[in-house]
């Protein structure tokens, strides 16, 4: 009877995401290393994959500091179980960091702006992975008689 619970407990239990062994806390609290300004730090690059490390080490610019500003204040206001206001971009280049989780951003794909909600799982990727260019070809019947 016991097993079967800590079954059914299990299964019912809430999935934790973790990032290298790291919760989101923890990542927040390693991406300010100490100050408030910064959101990234060498402590949180070495948890990147390397094509990600080499482009931090090479600079990121000042484009960079002013969208995740921008996250920051469309997050702020936001009552709890609402979605904050899309900040929108051009900026498919850009690496999600954990300030970022919780913030909406629109990313233009050429076409048209795709809000994406930034989960936990996105740490660490590309904005352009999320929102692709072209569509997945459908195959089907050639011509319609």
Known sequence: MSSQAAK??????KKKFSFKGKNLQELEEIARGGSGDKYITPELVEL????????????????????????????KGVLPGEKPVPVKTHYRSMIIVPEMVGGVIGIYNGKEFLNV??????????LAEFSLTSKPTKHGKSGLK
């Open 48 to 75: 990147f994959r390397a094509r990600i490390r080499r482009r931090v080490r090479r600079g990121l610019g000042h484009r960079y500091n002013k969208f995740v500003e921008k996250i920051r204040k469309s997050k």
């Open 117 to 126: 909600e930034i989960k936990f799982d996105m740490i660490g990727k590309y």
């Open 8 to 13: 059914d407990q299990i299964l019912n239990a």
